[in-house]
């Protein structure tokens, strides 16, 4: 029901001004409550279509569903470079802990009536800080993926590691230290040299990674990899989150 909200909340957020505040002001001191820290890179440089919009937002509905109270969620984009990669959102859920009764909250704990009405605004703020998110993306000359993955989780925010890392991406990487037209032909091992030498190895032990996206090529159209190539860069990306302390998944969407 709340994916639900939060889909049509982005569609009206479309008719209303938007803040373009971050989600969060009210929600911060909500952190101490939290138990898990979500990670969710959004790639941009790349045109997307309706199929593109349509994970985006599911897998990021069903995120935010799964947040319990206190829960961290940061939002940031994939660009040309790592230091074009823009935080959108670094917030954590408004809710009271679990066990809290009337009388916690009567001496000065966390007021349930409090964390709805902050919940209620998290949520229209999420909605109006994520629509741009969803709707913009561009075709760009570079796509810095690793350097980016290693930015965010090498210094999260709050010294907090991501126990959750989730990836909107074709995951063709295309930066200045691997080249499109060279990773495309690079054996995994001969990536991972490049990625160690330049330290944009992930920091993501014990972290669920699950990526979406992948599968797509830049051709017009944008039809699906080749087996061959397919498998390549599967093998790759497992090994580099694999050298960070986690495990990885690709899938069609997150639903779960």
Not at 194 to 207: D, S
Request: one cysteine or more; aromatic letters at 8%; charged letters at 20%.
């Amino acid at each position: 029901m709340r994916r639900l909200l939060l889909a049509v909340t982005l569609v009206l957020a479309g008719c209303s001004g938007s803040s373009g505040s971050e989600p969060g002001a009210q929600a911060a001191g909500y952190c101490a409550f939290g138990k898990t820290s979500s990670l969710f890179l959004i790639d941009q440089t790349t045109p997307y279509d309706d199929t593109d919009r349509s994970v985006i937002s599911e897998s990021i509905g069903t995120v935010v569903d799964q947040l319990g109270a206190g829960d961290r969620i940061v939002l940031a984009t994939i660009g040309e470079h790592y230091t074009q990669s823009a935080r959108l959102i670094n917030a954590c859920k408004p809710g009271c802990p679990d066990g809290q009764g009337a009388l916690d909250s009567m001496m000065g704990g966390c007021s349930s009536m409090k964390a709805l009405a902050d919940e209620r605004q998290f949520m229209g703020s999420l909605a109006q800080t994520l629509r741009p998110a969803v709707e913009g993306s561009s075709s760009a000359d570079h796509s810095a993926i690793m350097s980016t993955i290693a930015q965010w989780t090498q210094a999260p925010p709050g010294d907090q590691p991501f126990t959750h890392v989730y990836i909107f991406s074709d995951m063709l990487e295309n930066s200045q230290a691997v080249p499109w037209t060279e990773f495309r032909s690079m054996a995994p091992d001969a990536a991972l040299k490049v990625a160690e030498k330049f330290n944009y190895l992930p920091a993501v032990r014990g972290a669920d990674v699950r990526i979406v996206g992948f599968g797509r090529s830049h051709n017009p159209g944008r039809p699906p990899l080749d087996p061959e190539l397919d498998a390549r860069l599967r093998e790759f990306w497992a090994e580099y989150f694999r050298e960070g302390g986690a495990s990885v998944t690709f899938e069609g969407a997150i639903r779960n």
